[in-house]
C-alpha cells in the first residue's frame, strides 16, 4: 500500500509561482511510480500534469513543459515536488498526487504509465486557484 499526502495548494496570480508537495508512505514507496495529476472544475477526468521516469527522469504535459518542475526528495520524508512557475489561470484545478505500479515488458525493462486510470493510488488532492 502507499500513502500519499499532498499540500501547498492555494491561490495565486498570473505569473506567479506556487509549490505543491506530496509525502509518500508506505510498504512499496521505493518500487511505484508518482505523478501529479489535475481537474478541472466541472470536468470529470483527471488529466495527467507530470510523471516520473522509471530512470527517474520527469515527463510533463505539453500545457505546462518549461513552467512547471517536477523534483523528489528520497530522504526521511518522501517527498515529491511540483513547483509552478509562471502561473497561467488554466492552471486552476485540485491537484493530485498519484502513484502506480510500473509496467513491466515480457523482454525486459519497464516504464511508468502515464494514463491516469492506471494509478492506484490517490491523495485527497489541493486546489490551486489562479486569477488574472
Known amino acids: 500500500q502507499v500513502h500519499l499526502v499532498e499540500s501547498g495548494g492555494g491561490s495565486g496570480q498570473s505569473g506567479g509561482s506556487l509549490r505543491l508537495s506530496c509525502v509518500v508512505s508506505g510498504d512499496s514507496v521505493t518500487n511505484v511510480c508518482l505523478g501529479w495529476f489535475r481537474q478541472a472544475a466541472g470536468r470529470n477526468e483527471r488529466e495527467r500534469i507530470a510523471?516520473?521516469?522509471?530512470?527517474?527522469?520527469?515527463?510533463y504535459a505539453d500545457a505546462v513543459n518549461d513552467r512547471f518542475a517536477l523534483s523528489r526528495d528520497s530522504g526521511s520524508k518522501n517527498t515529491v515536488t511540483l513547483l509552478m512557475t509562471s502561473l497561467k489561470v488554466e492552471d486552476t484545478g485540485m491537484y493530485y498526487c498519484a502513484a502506480a505500479w510500473p509496467i513491466y515488458y515480457a523482454r525486459g525493462g519497464s516504464a511508468c504509465p502515464e494514463d491516469p486510470n492506471t494509478f492506484a493510488f490517490w491523495g485527497q488532492g489541493t486546489q490551486v486557484t489562479v486569477s488574472s
Open positions: 510523471t516520473f521516469e522509471t530512470d527517474g527522469s520527469t515527463s
